[in-house]
């Protein structure tokens, strides 16, 4: 049955890229300035985190993954039958939402499919000199990826796994796991860029002209806070990294609308933007800093 008013959005969305387009071949103002206040900016200087309190309830991973894994289960059983697991991303996913719900209802049957799920997305891992990364085992011929091209989005989604399962356990080698995948999103050149005013960011996925997808880059803000506030520390911090969201933001909005990146003139879904929302409250609750609510976007 279809739905009317995602319907509605997909044509709105359909029109409103001919009219990016054609402002974009007249060479005229391309996106129009959010209302940002300068001082947002300065206060950024020195905002604090908050500390994170053990087994509290992760709204943003409550709010993404029961949306897109309600009533579906992982077979945990198919995973450990086959080990060439195409996407590491989704055990990643699955156990993120495990864990949630974890934390939420104390089923030790969730805590020990999350570990199972970590510990086979683990297995999927590979020691590089940049830090463990975690390859993707098909090609992507859409955006001109071969098998074996990595995300900073799943990097950063694999860093917040390992950081809940060392709240938990508090063993160590989570910890490690949690930087060094990190980490590599830091360290390898293909997902380390920078904006053109110089600041930085981290790419989704390779991209040769970058793509600057701004979904995988929100990921690893939230990691690298999430990380901080565990005690790790990175080559690029995350209060840098949010400082560069705040700079560029403007860039993606065009008519209340939500660009998927910068290098495909495509513009973001309902589901894409209730996603945007949902890590702009997460940010919010984990820094106090009620700027993120500027960031949001119509629904």
Same mark, same amino acid.
């Given at each position: 049955?279809?739905?009317?008013?995602?319907?509605?959005?997909?044509?709105?969305?359909?029109?409103?890229?001919?009219?990016?387009?054609?402002?974009?071949?007249?060479?005229?103002?391309?996106?129009?300035?959010?209302?940002?206040?300068?001082?947002?900016?300065?206060?950024?200087?020195?905002?604090?985190?908050?500390?994170?309190?053990?087994?509290?309830?992760?709204?943003?991973?409550?709010?993404?993954?029961?949306?897109? /894994?309600?009533?579906? @289960?992982?077979?945990? #059983?198919?995973?450990? =039958? $086959?080990? +060439?697991? !195409?996407?590491?991303?989704?055990?990643?996913?699955?156990?993120?939402?495990?864990?949630?719900?974890?934390?939420?209802?104390?089923?030790?049957?969730?805590?020990?499919?999350?570990?199972?799920?970590?510990?086979?997305?683990?297995?999927?891992?590979?020691?590089?000199?940049?830090?463990?990364?975690?390859?993707?085992?098909?090609?992507?011929?859409?955006?001109?990826?071969?098998?074996?091209?990595?995300?900073?989005?799943?990097?950063?989604?694999?860093?917040?796994?390992?950081?809940?399962?060392?709240?938990?356990?508090?063993?160590?080698?989570? /910890?490690?796991?949690? @930087?060094?995948?990190? #980490?590599?999103?830091? =360290? $390898?050149? +293909?997902? !380390?860029?920078?904006?053109?005013?110089?600041?930085?960011?981290?790419?989704?996925?390779?991209?040769?002209?970058?793509?600057?997808?701004?979904?995988?880059?929100?990921?690893?803000?939230?990691?690298?806070?999430?990380?901080?506030?565990?005690?790790?520390?990175?080559?690029?911090?995350?209060?840098?990294?949010?400082?560069?969201?705040?700079?560029?933001?403007?860039?993606?909005?065009?008519?209340?609308?939500?660009?998927?990146?910068?290098?495909?003139?495509?513009?973001?879904?309902?589901?894409?933007?209730?996603?945007?929302?949902?890590?702009?409250?997460?940010?919010? @609750?984990?820094?106090?800093?009620?700027?993120? =609510?500027?960031?949001?976007?119509?629904?």
């Amino acid at each position: 049955m279809i739905n009317i008013k995602h319907y509605i959005d997909a044509c709105y969305r359909r029109v409103l890229k001919v009219s990016y387009k054609a402002k974009k071949t007249s060479n005229r103002r391309l996106v129009e300035k959010e209302s940002l206040k300068q001082s947002h900016l300065t206060v950024l200087q020195g905002f604090k985190y908050q500390p994170i309190v053990k087994n509290e309830v992760d709204l943003f991973h409550t709010f993404l993954y029961e949306g897109s /894994l309600k009533d579906k @289960k992982i077979d945990v #059983e198919k995973f450990h =039958n $086959n080990p +060439s697991i !195409k996407s590491p991303l989704a055990p990643f996913n699955y156990a993120l939402y495990l864990y949630n719900r974890w934390s939420r209802k104390k089923n030790n049957e969730d805590k020990h499919t999350f570990f199972e799920m970590i510990e086979l997305a683990n297995n999927l891992g590979e020691n590089t000199d940049d830090g463990i990364v975690y390859p993707y085992r098909f090609p992507y011929p859409k955006y001109g990826l071969e098998e074996g091209w990595f995300s900073g989005i799943c990097q950063a989604m694999a860093c917040s796994c390992y950081l809940r399962a060392y709240n938990i356990t508090k063993d160590s080698k989570y /910890l490690n796991i949690a @930087k060094s995948s990190l #980490e590599f999103c830091f =360290n $390898n050149k +293909s997902l !380390k860029i920078e904006t053109q005013n110089g600041d930085p960011w981290i790419e989704e996925y390779p991209s040769s002209p970058s793509s600057y997808v701004l979904n995988g880059f929100i990921f690893v803000i939230i990691a690298t806070v999430e990380a901080e506030q565990m005690g790790l520390k990175f080559s690029i911090s995350s209060k840098a990294l949010i400082q560069s969201l705040f700079k560029n933001m403007h860039q993606y909005r065009y008519k209340n609308q939500l660009l998927y990146g910068l290098k495909y003139e495509l513009f973001s879904s309902i589901a894409y933007r209730k996603l945007h929302n949902g890590q702009m409250i997460h940010l919010e @609750k984990l820094t106090s800093f009620k700027g993120f =609510n500027d960031l949001k976007v119509n629904v």
